[in-house]
């Protein structure tokens, strides 16, 4: 008889107190795969959302403007000088340290053009660019080539046209091509057509009024991105779009450190229970240690016997406790991530075997003090009690 087949033994005599290690730690290891497969699956989404808000830099000409705002009124201001952005311009953000996380690059130019007697603003876009920078757009229709345009939802409303509409812009007849579904947002209200033949329509040549940057990763250095193209643009103001990715990367963040603060609460129970367990199961196989001692076993021999009972339970425990834990993050991430969609809890087997090596250890580590106190039985003592 081998000392893991008395190990095994002594599991399956007494199946209560193997329960309860087994539920010490299987509760604590379950625990932790939870939170953190649950924080993995946020963050995953966030990711995939911070993808879905297209541009996350913006550059604007520099101005000494004083815009009188408020609360989204316009009350006026004072223009005292106005710089434009030339188009060539936008080619040195090729050149920043961070080039290879751009995504797209979209210029933009605007101005207000007078159509059917409605005063609307025409913007002259990149569309290979902007569809990465608009994601969300639904186009009835298509994208206009030269000698079309695309009308947002309100603009075709207020000019009462749809696919296949003409309007004269200018003196020059474009064709509708499409209609954008409702944004809700100041797309809505405008013409769109290609770039290079907007800035005809509009007198400006070679000039922008604006462009727009997406830098489509979840690790990309935003702060670090916009200095750079500050820095290549120097009649230009570059601004960060990311308050609301940032205030939800923030939550994760706090939500992150209470779930590790909890699994290390949870995991001190468990480890409090097969401490607990170890020894009231040491105390109860005294006279079964004596005999063991009085045959011929050392010391080192009983620690290695209790040591692989609780490595079997607690490798069990390690297994059972990733399942039960990855079924748990399944049930709870529609709570978490708006509904679940973009959240995806995949099977991972590096936390899979986390959970299984963590539970070793913590197994191990509360049943040490048992097995060293068993390993130092006076078997005359304990054979005394027979």
């Not at 007078?114 to 660019?129: E, S």
């Not at 230009?236 to 779930?259: C, D």
């Not at 290390?264 to 097969?274: D, F, I, K, R, T």
């Amino acid at each position: 008889m081998t000392l893991g087949d008395i190990a095994i033994g002594n599991l399956r005599r007494r199946k209560g107190k193997a329960f309860f290690v087994l539920a010490g730690l299987l509760i604590g290891v379950s625990t932790v795969v939870a939170l953190l497969s649950l924080v993995t699956a946020m963050k995953e989404d966030i990711n995939h959302k911070l993808e879905m808000y297209g541009a996350n830099v913006l550059i604007v000409p520099k101005t000494e403007n004083l815009s009188l705002t408020y609360g989204g009124l316009s009350l006026g201001g004072v223009s005292f000088e106005m710089r434009e952005i030339k188009e060539e311009e936008l080619a040195n953000i090729a050149k920043i340290p961070n080039a290879n996380n751009v995504a797209a690059v979209g210029p933009m130019v605007l101005g207000p053009v007078t159509v059917g007697g409605r005063q609307l603003l025409m913007a002259g876009v990149d569309f290979q660019a902007f569809r990465v920078l608009r994601p969300w757009w639904v186009v009835k229709g298509q994208e206009p080539d030269d000698g079309g345009a695309l009308l947002g939802a309100e603009a075709a409303r207020l000019l009462g046209l749809a696919t296949g509409g003409r309007l004269t812009i200018n003196g020059r007849e474009l064709t509708v091509s499409g209609v954008l579904d409702v944004t809700g947002s100041q797309d809505d209200g405008l013409i769109f057509a290609p770039l290079a033949m907007t800035q005809e329509l509009l007198g400006k040549e070679g000039r922008i009024s604006m462009a727009e940057v997406a830098a489509l990763c979840s690790g990309c250095p935003i702060p670090e991105m916009v200095q750079q193209i500050s820095a290549v643009l120097p009649g230009a103001n570059v601004m960060a779009i990311q308050q609301v990715v940032k205030g939800r990367m923030e939550t994760l963040g706090h939500f992150e450190k209470f779930s590790y603060g909890i699994s290390g609460l949870v995991l001190l129970v468990g480890s409090l229970m097969v401490l607990v367990t170890m020894m009231g199961s040491v105390r109860e196989r005294t006279v079964e240690i004596g005999i063991f001692s009085a045959m011929g076993f050392r010391g080192s021999h009983v620690i290695r016997i209790i040591l692989m009972e609780a490595a079997i339970v607690a490798g069990l425990a390690g297994v059972l406790g990733y399942l039960l834990g990855f079924g748990a993050t399944k049930l709870l991430i529609p709570l978490f991530a708006e509904g679940g969609h973009g959240a995806h809890v995949a099977f991972d087997p590096i936390l899979a075997a986390g959970a299984f090596v963590l539970s070793l250890v913590v197994g191990l580590a509360a049943s040490s003090y048992p097995a060293f106190t068993a390993s130092r039985l006076d078997p005359n003592e304990a054979l005394r009690a027979l």
